[in-house]
């Protein structure tokens, strides 16, 4: 049976079952929330959007204005997030726990639940660097990819469904790195493309370690 | 402080990690210390550029009843990671930092990583 990962205390060998970083269900319901929340709060006040700009206060009728318009992009994206659900499910082995900087390891995937549906697939490792800095009252964060790795393009219904590949995590650049403020993340991006549905979207969070002494440079 | 050096043993600034950085900290005071202040030599990383700025102490050398003029040796371990890195976001930066009562004296910036330059990302 393959373990979760990352787990700090993850022994080196043996395959290891990745966790994706939101699962669908959480991210569905989430939103939904967020959607029933925000709209809720602010559609009875929707009639004051006309009554606004009559009177001559646009500002206040631009600002309700945008807020709607929010509150709809929010439940789009419920309605976009919920139907997702239906989506093929993708599970992601890796060959082992432990993974450092110069190694190559081995990837397999597997999609259940109507793994037709999907007419491209694509897995890519990638590396990248998050910075959070404040902005006004609340706090931003940066994100820009440093690296990526293709694992599988493929269109293949076979391909698509599983198989494996190798990914050889060069050796001249950084391991995982955490801080309260700054993260440099390794990750499996995952993408299924479906016609005419929401299309699968994943990410795999993945720890990576310094190189082994004596390693490759 | 009149004036603070730090000197590494072959007058290195790059480290491999895990590697030993020793040397010595030399040391002229505007006064005497008071009794009970002591200088310490710290090795610590930060961070700078678009995020919010991250710092860890990693170990501290700490040099009681010094002198007004003055020289101690040091020796530090150190860790296998984080590496020195340059990246569009963050930098990451080592460093040996010396300080008194809480005021700093001086810093000399340190490379750690395999190649013995900072990783360059992006």
Known sequence: ?????????????????????????????GLSLLALFWNGCLWPFAGQVPAAFRSGDSGRGLLLAMFLVAGLGIFLGAIHALLGLRNP??????????????????????????????????????????????????????????????????????SIAAGTGLVAI?????????????????????????????????????????QIPGGPR | VSWLRIKIDGSRTSFQPGEVVAGTADWKLDGPARPGDAVELRLLWFTSGRGTRDAERIATAEFESPAEEDHRPFRFELPRSPYSFEGRLITLTWALEAAIAGKSLGRLELTVSPTGEPVRLG
């Open chain 1, 1 to 29: 049976m393959p373990r979760t990962y990352p787990d700090a205390s993850t022994p080196a060998s043996g395959p290891v079952a990745l966790r994706p970083k939101e699962p669908p269900l959480v991210r569905a319901l």
């Open chain 1, 89 to 158: 499910r993708l599970h992601l082995t890796l060959d082992r726990g432990t993974l450092h900087l110069g190694e190559t390891l081995e990837v397999e995937w597997k999609l259940t639940g109507l793994p037709e549906r999907i007419r491209r697939l694509r897995i890519a490792f990638e590396g990248r660097e998050e910075a959070t800095y404040p902005s006004g009252r609340r706090h931003r964060t940066a994100r820009e990819v440093f690296r990526t790795l293709p694992v599988v393009d493929t269109t293949e219904p076979a």
């Open chain 1, 170 to 210: 060069p050796s001249d650049t950084l391991h995982s790195f955490a801080a309260p403020h700054n993260r440099v993340i390794w990750s499996f991006k995952v993408t299924g493309e479906i016609r005419h549905w929401p299309d699968v979207g994943e990410e795999f969070e993945v720890s990576v370690l310094p």
